[in-house]
């Protein structure tokens, strides 16, 4: 049976095409959950990104104390408990509830996503929908000019480099067996409708195979190959060889997913990329051992750390507060001068 | 499985109208239906239409049956109904689309026996409120009953209700068959049986007015049957609370019924013969002995009077009060004696007659008047209310007449009570009809600080604004408001410094202050590719199972929409989302045909959330309202007038954003259009009449915007008046088609953000011009009267009549003459004739013409005077002539040397003045007005011997006939009359080649339309017109200037509206064949030897019923009476053979009626009169 509704979940790390990949959905008659995030000069045609999900997923994560470009293999356990709180789910559930109303196409565009696959499929599972996750494949040298460019050196390039390994290797194996697809950023540019006719056959719409004229111009219009202005090399980041070592092998086991029809390759290869990954990154958080411990006083000297947050109250917490005491003063209908 | 209701149409010789019933049937919106048509004996195509809709639709079944009368065929059709629910509906009538789903809503909701709808009347000029509903039906009420709501005993209509049908048959309810009258008592005994009734304030039946010349049985009141069954139903009505033990409801009732029923029948008195008058009184008396002593005590006081004649069967009385209560009531003031206040009417203090005192009392009648014009919130929290109040008949003549004083009344009693500072209006006692007391003290103004309104009393309907008015004797109280009109700014609503509070006054007429319920409010809105994204914040702590609920307004339609809530946080956030085609799909199901009558085009939805409480959202003010084109549609998202989110599925219209009034006093009017592509015209209607006016309109498609302007004066307009007639004007903007006179025009609505800038006023010679708003957002423009502040409205009227003119009267007599032509609409007829031979004469006098409104110029050789003005009232005190063809005002009392002439307009073929008398369609107001004022006129003219003694005949008239031939002819017979004629086609704009056919029907007297306005019954087929005649020809429509009604819209460019043109003289002069029924325009036809066709489909009916013949028309007729539009298509297409098969009838009818129409009569007439 064809399914009517389509979820398409973006997935990966940012500046790594996501946004163009989100317009050309969105000129086909897919929806873009609104209010979005609004567009800024590192996007200046909008990302794409509706400001609930990069929201409500921020909030997920902080209570966790995990970042969008986490390089710590330990945080797939954080988010995957918080990712099996009912209530979390309840509400995903509700507000993915309310974008298909009026629509049979939604697509969800945020990199903080790739933490909650598993959250994101059961919800729209729940709601007879079942999703499709599209990872945009661009060299990660590209990738980490870019955020750098962009969003400046508060995370260092070494970081960030690892940081785009641990969510590539992760969410690749988090999203097997589930129905995906690998997208070259430069193929996207160069053929859009090869792309988009890949992704109709995947999730069984025709009118993906063959666009129509009319969108088929809107989009052209929206698709500017000169979007790709990065260089690649590691020349100009600071990563260490090693480091670099492991992302060039990281990347060359993803990049042929990109070939494939519905992204199911053998994938022995990226498991033994992320092993490596893990080991190394537990070897190195080792060997820091004495600077994380250093970081650890110098914030506690400064503050109590922060409790966790929650979306909601806990179990043994009342719902809500205890009522005030009645104010007996007499109100009147005054207006606002 | 029985279907949910069952509806039983009893169905009597209605082929003409059944179809458009039977369909308004089939498009319920509730489809569990059945229709039980029960065949009443019909002979004509009833059955046949039945049959087929039966054949095309399973629902309907037909049951015939032998001629029993509609109570028997209802009863016959109710025995077989299946439904658990059971309606009636009259075969004329539409019901329209929701009504059942509406009501069937209520009673689902609320167990209730039987539920009740409004009900509105449906003419060929539009649809109309049913005023004697209007208490019943002004707010939804579930589970009332009788008892509680007492004004439902004015719901007397069987068709409106929707009964359980256990109810009707464990009551055995059954109509009363062989008799009128057969729903009151049925639905009478069934509000007091049912244990409780829903009251709906949405229309759920159309009432048919029939057009045709058929009478109905409420508009013959002088028919002894009417008289005999209208006392027979009441009666058993009253004997059946008399069995039942209702005491107290038996009198409510008996009162009613001599308020209501029998007034009607009291109040013909004077147009009834003596069977008739005997019999009212046997049967009145009758009903009078079995009513309490005091059954009348809460009448009004001309009411008490008139009953107490009645009782005594003082007949001559009883008609001088009729007379006095049709000519003076309205302008005598109160009496006061010995601290109370008396009616000042006939036999007052006449010991002879000895009529009780207190018959004369007045109490209902001193009913305080509240006005709210201005609702301010200020800075500091206070409210600022503004208005006049007065007691009727009372008024406020004086500063110190009355003390206002404004209560702020609590659920639990008053809260605050804060004296009112006084304001001097004189402009309100010129914008009241009733001329009892000058009201120029009767304004007011308050401002109420906040700690007056404390908000632990303000959630909605507990605190409401009152006045008390005291002064003369008197303390009253309401708390019932009105709005003027154009009203005020919008109902305002302000942001305190927790909520938003509103003032505004409830569908109750109350003035409530309240916090305005956001616990729900919306805060954004977005558009994507056709579904409403509504965000905003809810307080709820139950935040599960959150839905965004869509509502429509009429009837029960619902939608229901998943809701994101975010879980935590205060308020809750939260995010809904609706596809506008679900709304479309609903319309379709909904209604397109009925929708006219309570919602114009557009539908509007309700926005909720509900969780475990349902929240109707609110709109803040800061939140902007926009619209969207949806295939074809605009999808408009809009503030409710107070204060809460609404959807609007309608046509593409016009929102004016700006509005101002020129130096010129013309209206410039711009906004928003998302228009479709093409040219539109600004159409301009006038409310209940059918004038129209046509303005450019551009629109600027790129841009969505558009621009007007509306001349209100001095319009050049070939076809009409010169100006905007007096009175109400709404707006609505159509298509310009061209060939076919325009599609169907769309309302314009104003921009609710421009709502406070409103109304704005000017002025334009005497006259007051005010844009503003009707309702919430309904552009009308008001056309005050062409009169000064102290000319305007009954008091001034009286005293122009009572002081001035008296005062002038006393003044030298002028050489003037004062020509009142078809009461100051026209420059025409006679008097024109008369002026114009005077004029040629040049004799020294001076010339006035009556104008009313502005309607026309009158030449350079005579001066105007507006009609009711001051100059006026000096004109008929001092004219040494007044020429008048017809009306002549009842203040005119000639004085020595004054000579009135009557020249009467034409000849005539229904029976006028005293010829009515006993016809079924006389009147007080119209009978009088003709026969007693001939003794004010000098000379009569007369067009011929025969019309001279129909004169003589219609008027008791002693003095001087002069058959002189008939002036106006003079007008049609000058040498000149072909280039004359030409010269008007020209300026009508009559393309060269084309024939032009004069279409003038006069109106029917049993189809009024408000004071001295009647509608035109059965005209010729417009389409049927358009379809034979319309390459070759064009018509002038011309109807007669007491009717209403249209044959087509204006700027039609084939039929063309001439009705406001002020000559007819012009418009016979410019046409090659007259289609006419009954009116004089026949004579000058005859005059000028030219073709007549006479449309009369309802000959025997105007002759017998309705007005009667002055001549014996059907047989003297010179032209073919023809009863169907392709007869007179087949009898103008072929004039040669009209003018050979009436040739001897021409003939003899010219010879008889108009034998001294040589072109000199005018001549003949000034010799006569101004001789001297």
Same mark, same amino acid.
């Given at each position: 049976?064809?399914?009517?509704?389509?979820?398409?979940?973006?997935?990966?790390?940012?500046?790594?095409?996501?946004?163009?990949?989100?317009?050309?959905?969105?000129?086909?008659?897919?929806?873009?959950?609104?209010?979005?995030?609004?567009?800024?000069?590192?996007?200046?045609?909008?990302?794409?990104?509706?400001?609930?999900?990069?929201?409500?997923?921020?909030?997920?994560?902080?209570?966790?104390?995990?970042?969008?470009?986490?390089?710590?293999?330990?945080?797939?356990?954080?988010?995957?408990?918080?990712?099996?709180?009912?209530?979390?789910?309840?509400?995903?559930?509700?507000?993915?509830?309310?974008?298909?109303?009026?629509?049979?196409?939604?697509?969800?565009?945020?990199?903080?996503?790739?933490?909650?696959?598993?959250?994101?499929?059961?919800?729209?599972?729940?709601?007879?929908?079942?999703?499709?996750?599209?990872?945009?494949?661009?060299?990660?040298?590209?990738?980490?000019?870019?955020?750098?460019?962009?969003?400046?050196?508060?995370?260092?390039?070494?970081?960030?480099?690892?940081?785009?390994?641990?969510?590539?290797?992760?969410?690749?194996?988090?999203?097997?067996?589930?129905?995906?697809?690998?997208?070259?950023?430069?193929?996207?540019?160069?053929?859009?409708?090869?792309?988009?006719?890949?992704?109709?056959?995947?999730?069984?719409?025709?009118?993906?195979?063959?666009?129509?004229?009319?969108?088929?111009?809107?989009?052209?219009?929206?698709?500017?190959?000169?979007?790709?202005?990065?260089?690649?090399?590691?020349?100009?980041?600071?990563?260490?060889?090693?480091?670099?070592?492991?992302?060039?092998?990281?990347?060359?086991?993803?990049?042929?997913?990109?070939?494939?029809?519905?992204?199911?390759?053998?994938?022995?290869?990226?498991?033994?990329?992320?092993?490596?990954?893990?080991?190394?990154?537990?070897?190195?958080?080792?060997?820091?051992?004495?600077?994380?411990?250093?970081?650890?006083?110098?914030?506690?000297?400064?503050?109590?750390?922060?409790?966790?947050?929650?979306?909601?109250?806990?179990?043994?917490?009342?719902?809500?507060?205890?009522?005030?005491?009645?104010?007996?003063?007499?109100?009147?209908?005054?207006?606002?001068? | 499985?029985?279907?949910?209701?069952?509806?039983?149409?009893?169905?009597?010789?209605?082929?003409?109208?059944?179809?458009?019933?039977?369909?308004?049937?089939?498009?319920?919106?509730?489809?569990?239906?059945?229709?039980?048509?029960?065949?009443?004996?019909?002979?004509?195509?009833?059955?046949?239409?039945?049959?087929?809709?039966?054949?095309?639709?399973?629902?309907?079944?037909?049951?015939?049956?032998?001629?029993?009368?509609?109570?028997?065929?209802?009863?016959?059709?109710?025995?077989?109904?299946?439904?658990?629910?059971?309606?009636?509906?009259?075969?004329?009538?539409?019901?329209?689309?929701?009504?059942?789903?509406?009501?069937?809503?209520?009673?689902?909701?609320?167990?209730?026996?039987?539920?009740?709808?409004?009900?509105?009347?449906?003419?060929?000029?539009?649809?109309?409120?049913?005023?004697?509903?209007?208490?019943?039906?002004?707010?939804?009420?579930?589970?009332?009953?009788?008892?509680?709501?007492?004004?439902?005993?004015?719901?007397?209509?069987?068709?409106?209700?929707?009964?359980?049908?256990?109810?009707?048959?464990?009551?055995?309810?059954?109509?009363?068959?062989?008799?009128?009258?057969?729903?009151?008592?049925?639905?009478?005994?069934?509000?007091?049986?049912?244990?409780?009734?829903?009251?709906?304030?949405?229309?759920?039946?159309?009432?048919?007015?029939?057009?045709?010349?058929?009478?109905?049985?409420?508009?013959?009141?002088?028919?002894?049957?009417?008289?005999?069954?209208?006392?027979?139903?009441?009666?058993?009505?009253?004997?059946?609370?008399?069995?039942?033990?209702?005491?107290?409801?038996?009198?409510?009732?008996?009162?009613?019924?001599?308020?209501?029923?029998?007034?009607?029948?009291?109040?013909?008195?004077?147009?009834?013969?003596?069977?008739?008058?005997?019999?009212?009184?046997?049967?009145?008396?009758?009903?009078?002995?079995?009513?309490?002593?005091?059954?009348?005590?809460?009448?009004?006081?001309?009411?008490?009077?008139?009953?107490?004649?009645?009782?005594?069967?003082?007949?001559?009385?009883?008609?001088?009060?009729?007379?006095?209560?049709?000519?003076?009531?309205?302008?005598?003031?109160?009496?006061?004696?010995?601290?109370?206040?008396?009616?000042?009417?006939?036999?007052?203090?006449?010991?002879?007659?000895?009529?009780?005192?207190?018959?004369?009392?007045?109490?209902?009648?001193?009913?305080?008047?509240?006005?709210?014009?201005?609702?301010?919130?200020?800075?500091?929290?206070?409210?600022?209310?503004?208005?006049?109040?007065?007691?009727?008949?009372?008024?406020?003549?004086?500063?110190?007449?009355?003390?206002?004083?404004?209560?702020?009344?609590?659920?639990?009693?008053?809260?605050?009570?804060?004296?009112?500072?006084?304001?001097?209006?004189?402009?309100?006692?010129?914008?009241?009809?009733?001329?009892?007391?000058?009201?120029?003290?009767?304004?007011?103004?308050?401002?109420?600080?906040?700690?007056?309104?404390?908000?632990?009393?303000?959630?909605?309907?507990?605190?409401?604004?009152?006045?008390?008015?005291?002064?003369?004797?008197?303390?009253?109280?309401?708390?019932?408001?009105?709005?003027?009109?154009?009203?005020?700014?919008?109902?305002?609503?302000?942001?305190?410094?927790?909520?938003?509070?509103?003032?505004?006054?409830?569908?109750?007429?109350? +003035?409530?202050?309240?916090? #305005?319920? %956001?616990? *729900?409010?919306? &805060?954004?809105?977005?558009? /994507? =590719?056709? !579904?409403?994204? @509504?965000?905003?914040?809810?307080?709820?702590?139950?935040?599960?199972?959150?839905?965004?609920?869509?509502?429509?307004?009429?009837?029960?339609?619902?939608?229901?929409?998943?809701?994101?809530?975010?879980?935590?946080?205060?308020?809750?956030?939260?995010?809904?989302?609706?596809?506008?085609?679900?709304? +479309?799909?609903?319309?379709? #199901?909904? %209604?397109? *045909?009925?929708? &006219?009558?309570?919602?114009? /085009? =557009?539908? !509007?939805?309700? @926005?909720?959330?509900?969780?475990?409480?349902?929240?109707?959202?609110?709109?803040?003010?800061?939140?902007?309202?926009?619209?969207?084109?949806?295939?074809?549609?605009?999808?408009?998202?809009?503030?409710?007038?107070?204060?809460?989110?609404?959807?609007?599925?309608?046509?593409?219209?016009?929102?004016?954003?700006?509005?101002?009034?020129?130096? %010129?006093?013309?209206?410039?009017?711009?906004?928003?259009?998302?228009?479709?592509?093409?040219?539109?015209?600004?159409?301009?209607?006038?409310?209940?009449?059918?004038?129209?006016?046509?303005?450019?309109?551009?629109?600027?498609?790129?841009?969505?915007?558009?621009?007007?302007?509306?001349?209100?004066?001095?319009?050049?307009?070939?076809?009409?008046?010169?100006?905007?007639?007096?009175?109400?004007?709404?707006?609505?903007?159509?298509?310009?088609?061209?060939?076919?006179?325009?599609?169907?025009?769309?309302?314009?609505?104003?921009?609710?953000?421009?709502?406070?800038?409103?109304?704005?006023?000017?002025?334009?010679?005497?006259?007051?011009?005010?844009?503003?708003?009707?309702?919430?957002?309904?552009?009308?423009?008001?056309?005050?009267?062409?009169?000064?502040?102290?000319?305007?409205?009954?008091?001034?009227?009286?005293?122009?009549?009572?002081?001035?003119?008296?005062?002038?009267?006393?003044?030298?007599?002028?050489?003037?003459?004062?020509?009142?032509?078809?009461?100051?609409?026209?420059?025409?007829?006679?008097?024109?004739?008369?002026?114009?031979?005077?004029?040629?004469?040049?004799?020294?006098?001076?010339?006035?013409?009556?104008?009313?409104?502005?309607?026309?110029?009158?030449?350079?050789?005579?001066?105007?005077?507006?009609?009711?003005?001051?100059?006026?009232?000096?004109?008929?005190?001092?004219?040494?002539?007044?020429?008048?063809?017809?009306?002549?005002?009842?203040?005119?009392?000639?004085?020595?040397?004054?000579?009135?002439?009557?020249?009467?307009?034409?000849?005539?073929?229904?029976?006028?003045?005293?010829?009515?008398?006993?016809?079924?369609?006389?009147?007080?107001?119209?009978?009088?007005?003709?026969?007693?004022?001939?003794?004010?006129?000098?000379?009569?003219?007369?067009?011929?011997?025969?019309?001279?003694?129909?004169?003589?005949?219609?008027?008791?008239?002693?003095?001087?006939?002069?058959?002189?031939?008939?002036?106006?002819?003079?007008?049609?017979?000058?040498?000149?009359?072909?280039?004359?004629?030409?010269?008007?086609?020209?300026?009508?704009?009559?393309?060269?080649?084309?024939?032009?056919?004069?279409?003038?029907?006069?109106?029917?007297?049993?189809?009024?339309?408000?004071?001295?306005?009647?509608?035109?019954?059965?005209?010729?087929?417009?389409?049927?017109?358009?379809?034979?005649?319309?390459?070759?020809?064009?018509?002038?429509?011309?109807?007669?200037?007491?009717?209403?009604?249209?044959?087509?819209?204006?700027?039609?460019?084939?039929?063309?509206?001439?009705?406001?043109?002020?000559?007819?003289?012009?418009?016979?002069?410019?046409?090659?064949?007259?289609?006419?029924?009954?009116?004089?325009?026949?004579?000058?036809?005859?005059?000028?030897?030219?073709?007549?066709?006479?449309?009369?489909?309802?000959?025997?009916?105007?002759?017998?019923?309705?007005?009667?013949?002055?001549?014996?028309?059907?047989?003297?007729?010179?032209?073919?009476?023809?009863?169907?539009?392709?007869?007179?298509?087949?009898?103008?297409?072929?004039?040669?053979?009209?003018?050979?098969?009436?040739?001897?009838?021409?003939?003899?009818?010219?010879?008889?009626?108009?034998?001294?129409?040589?072109?000199?009569?005018?001549?003949?007439?000034?010799?006569?009169?101004?001789?001297?």
């Amino acid at each position: 049976m064809v399914d009517v509704k389509k979820l398409v979940l973006l997935i990966g790390v940012g500046r790594s095409g996501t946004s163009a990949f989100t317009g050309i959905l969105r000129e086909l008659g897919f929806l873009v959950p609104q209010p979005e995030v609004e567009p800024d000069e590192t996007n200046p045609r909008g990302f794409g990104e509706p400001r609930w999900a990069v929201d409500w997923h921020t909030r997920l994560l902080k209570s966790v104390r995990v970042t969008t470009i986490d390089s710590r293999p330990a945080a797939w356990a954080k988010t995957l408990a918080v990712g099996e709180r009912q209530e979390v789910a309840d509400e995903l559930r509700s507000w993915l509830e309310v974008q298909f109303v009026g629509t049979e196409r939604v697509v969800v565009k945020d990199p903080r996503l790739s933490w909650f696959l598993g959250l994101w499929q059961r919800c729209a599972a729940d709601l007879g929908v079942e999703p499709t996750f599209v990872t945009m494949l661009r060299p990660p040298t590209e990738v980490l000019g870019s955020a750098r460019q962009w969003y400046g050196n508060w995370q260092n390039d070494a970081s960030r480099a690892a940081g785009w390994t641990n969510i590539m290797v992760h969410t690749e194996k988090e999203g097997r067996g589930s129905r995906r697809m690998f997208i070259h950023y430069e193929r996207l540019l160069a053929d859009w409708p090869g792309e988009i006719a890949r992704l109709g056959r995947l999730i069984d719409a025709p009118d993906l195979l063959d666009v129509a004229a009319d969108r088929r111009d809107r989009v052209a219009a929206f698709v500017d190959p000169s979007l790709r202005r990065q260089t690649p090399g590691w020349d100009g980041l600071d990563v260490p060889a090693a480091l670099q070592q492991v992302v060039d092998r990281a990347w060359a086991a993803l990049e042929p997913l990109g070939d494939d029809e519905a992204g199911d390759r053998p994938t022995d290869g990226l498991d033994k990329v992320r092993a490596d990954y893990d080991a190394f990154y537990a070897d190195t958080e080792a060997i820091a051992q004495s600077s994380v411990r250093a970081a650890q006083n110098a914030r506690g000297k400064r503050s109590k750390p922060a409790p966790v947050e929650s979306t909601a109250p806990a179990a043994d917490q009342p719902a809500t507060p205890a009522p005030k005491r009645k104010r007996r003063r007499r109100r009147f209908l005054r207006l606002r001068s | 499985m029985p279907p949910r209701v069952s509806v039983v149409v009893p169905m009597f010789n209605v082929a003409t109208y059944l179809q458009d019933c039977l369909d308004s049937l089939a498009q319920q919106s509730l489809r569990d239906i059945e229709v039980v048509m029960v065949d009443d004996g019909s002979t004509d195509d009833t059955a046949d239409i039945a049959v087929a809709m039966a054949q095309r639709d399973s629902r309907f079944r037909l049951v015939q049956q032998p001629n029993g009368g509609l109570g028997n065929a209802r009863n016959n059709g109710a025995e077989v109904a299946t439904g658990e629910f059971v309606a009636f509906v009259d075969s004329d009538d539409i019901v329209p689309r929701h009504a059942y789903e509406t009501l069937l809503g209520a009673l689902d909701k609320s167990g209730s026996d039987f539920a009740s709808g409004n009900v509105r009347r449906m003419s060929a000029i539009g649809i109309s409120p049913t005023s004697f509903l209007a208490n019943v039906f002004g707010q939804r009420r579930l589970g009332t009953h009788i008892t509680k709501f007492p004004a439902l005993i004015a719901d007397r209509i069987a068709c409106n209700k929707l009964f359980r049908r256990a109810f009707w048959t464990e009551n055995d309810l059954r109509f009363p068959e062989g008799v009128l009258y057969e729903d009151m008592p049925v639905t009478i005994p069934a509000h007091f049986l049912a244990r409780s009734v829903d009251v709906v304030d949405r229309t759920t039946y159309l009432w048919r007015v029939r057009e045709g010349g058929d009478l109905s049985i409420t508009q013959q009141r002088t028919d002894l049957r009417a008289l005999r069954d209208r006392a027979a139903a009441v009666d058993s009505v009253s004997r059946f609370l008399a069995t039942r033990g209702l005491a107290e409801h038996k009198r409510s009732y008996d009162t009613n019924v001599l308020r209501e029923d029998l007034r009607y029948f009291l109040d013909v008195l004077d147009a009834a013969d003596d069977d008739y008058r005997r019999q009212f009184f046997d049967l009145a008396n009758d009903f009078l002995d079995r009513a309490a002593p005091d059954v009348a005590t809460p009448l009004p006081a001309m009411q008490r009077l008139k009953w107490h004649l009645a009782r005594q069967r003082a007949l001559p009385e009883l008609l001088t009060v009729l007379e006095f209560e049709d000519r003076e009531l309205d302008s005598r003031p109160p009496v006061r004696r010995g601290g109370d206040w008396y009616g000042d009417y006939p036999f007052l203090d006449d010991k002879d007659r000895a009529v009780p005192r207190d018959v004369y009392r007045l109490d209902h009648e001193l009913v305080p008047v509240a006005a709210v014009e201005q609702l301010r919130w200020n800075d500091d929290g206070s409210l600022t209310v503004a208005g006049y109040a007065y007691v009727d008949m009372l008024g406020a003549p004086a500063r110190k007449s009355q003390t206002i004083t404004l209560v702020v009344e609590g659920p639990d009693g008053d809260l605050a009570s804060l004296p009112t500072e006084p304001m001097h209006r004189p402009d309100v006692t010129a914008e009241v009809r009733s001329g009892y007391a000058s009201l120029d003290w009767s304004g007011f103004t308050v401002t109420l600080p906040p700690w007056r309104l404390p908000a632990t009393r303000a959630r909605a309907g507990e605190m409401h604004l009152a006045l008390e008015i005291a002064g003369q004797g008197l303390r009253r109280r309401t708390d019932q408001w009105q709005w003027p009109t154009p009203r005020p700014p919008k109902t305002p609503i302000k942001t305190t410094a927790w909520k938003p509070v509103r003032a505004r006054v409830a569908a109750d007429g109350r +003035l409530e202050v309240a916090i #305005v319920d %956001d616990h *729900a409010s919306a &805060s954004a809105h977005r558009w /994507d =590719g056709g !579904v409403l994204q @509504v965000e905003g914040t809810l307080q709820a702590r139950d935040r599960s199972a959150g839905r965004l609920r869509i509502t429509r307004r009429v009837g029960t339609g619902e939608l229901d929409y998943p809701l994101y809530l975010t879980p935590s946080g205060k308020p809750a956030e939260f995010v809904g989302r609706v596809p506008v085609a679900d709304l +479309l799909a609903e319309v379709e #199901v909904a %209604d397109t *045909a009925g929708h &006219s009558e309570a919602q114009g /085009d =557009g539908v !509007v939805w309700d @926005v909720f959330t509900t969780t475990r409480v349902r929240r109707r959202v609110a709109m803040p003010l800061a939140m902007e309202e926009r619209a969207w084109l949806h295939n074809g549609r605009e999808i408009a998202l809009q503030r409710s007038r107070f204060g809460y989110l609404s959807v609007v599925d309608r046509s593409p219209r016009p929102v004016i954003q700006q509005a101002a009034w020129t130096s %010129d006093g013309e209206l410039t009017l711009s906004g928003t259009f998302q228009a479709p592509p093409g040219d539109y015209e600004l159409l301009l209607q006038r409310r209940r009449g059918s004038d129209e006016r046509l303005y450019p309109f551009d629109v600027d498609g790129a841009q969505h915007r558009f621009a007007a302007t509306v001349t209100v004066v001095g319009i050049d307009d070939p076809l009409g008046s010169s100006s905007l007639s007096q009175g109400r004007w709404e707006f609505a903007v159509r298509p310009r088609t061209g060939s076919t006179g325009g599609a169907e025009p769309v309302d314009v609505t104003l921009d609710h953000a421009a709502l406070d800038h409103l109304p704005i006023v000017t002025t334009a010679g005497a006259r007051t011009l005010r844009f503003g708003v009707l309702g919430y957002d309904t552009p009308l423009l008001v056309v005050g009267p062409d009169l000064r502040d102290d000319e305007r409205g009954g008091f001034h009227q009286r005293l122009l009549e009572q002081r001035r003119y008296p005062s002038q009267r006393r003044r030298p007599i002028r050489d003037a003459v004062l020509y009142i032509c078809h009461d100051g609409t026209s420059y025409d007829d006679n008097p024109r004739a008369i002026h114009e031979e005077l004029v040629r004469r040049g004799n020294g006098l001076e010339h006035l013409w009556m104008v009313r409104d502005g309607r026309f110029v009158v030449p350079e050789s005579a001066t105007a005077v507006r009609a009711d003005s001051s100059d006026y009232y000096d004109a008929l005190a001092r004219c040494r002539y007044v020429v008048a063809n017809g009306y002549v005002p009842d203040v005119l009392r000639p004085r020595r040397g004054q000579r009135v002439l009557q020249t009467w307009h034409g000849g005539f073929v229904k029976q006028q003045g005293m010829e009515l008398a006993g016809r079924a369609v006389a009147r007080r107001a119209y009978l009088p007005a003709e026969t007693q004022r001939p003794d004010a006129w000098r000379f009569l003219v007369s067009p011929s011997a025969a019309m001279t003694s129909a004169l003589r005949r219609a008027f008791p008239f002693a003095q001087q006939v002069l058959e002189t031939g008939s002036p106006r002819a003079d007008l049609l017979l000058r040498p000149e009359r072909a280039s004359l004629g030409a010269e008007v086609r020209t300026r009508l704009g009559v393309p060269a080649g084309k024939k032009v056919l004069l279409y003038a029907p006069t109106y029917r007297d049993h189809l009024r339309q408000g004071r001295m306005r009647y509608r035109l019954g059965r005209t010729l087929d417009a389409d049927v017109l358009r379809g034979a005649l319309g390459e070759d020809w064009v018509v002038l429509f011309r109807r007669h200037h007491q009717a209403v009604g249209r044959l087509a819209p204006a700027g039609d460019p084939f039929i063309r509206d001439v009705s406001d043109h002020p000559s007819v003289s012009d418009l016979l002069l410019a046409s090659d064949v007259l289609v006419t029924d009954y009116t004089s325009l026949v004579f000058d036809q005859v005059a000028m030897n030219r073709p007549v066709v006479f449309f009369t489909p309802d000959l025997e009916a105007y002759r017998d019923d309705i007005r009667g013949f002055a001549i014996p028309f059907d047989r003297v007729a010179p032209g073919p009476l023809l009863a169907t539009t392709d007869d007179v298509v087949d009898a103008v297409r072929d004039l040669d053979l009209v003018r050979r098969d009436h040739e001897h009838a021409y003939a003899a009818f010219r010879a008889t009626y108009c034998p001294l129409d040589d072109g000199n009569a005018a001549g003949r007439v000034v010799d006569a009169v101004f001789r001297a």
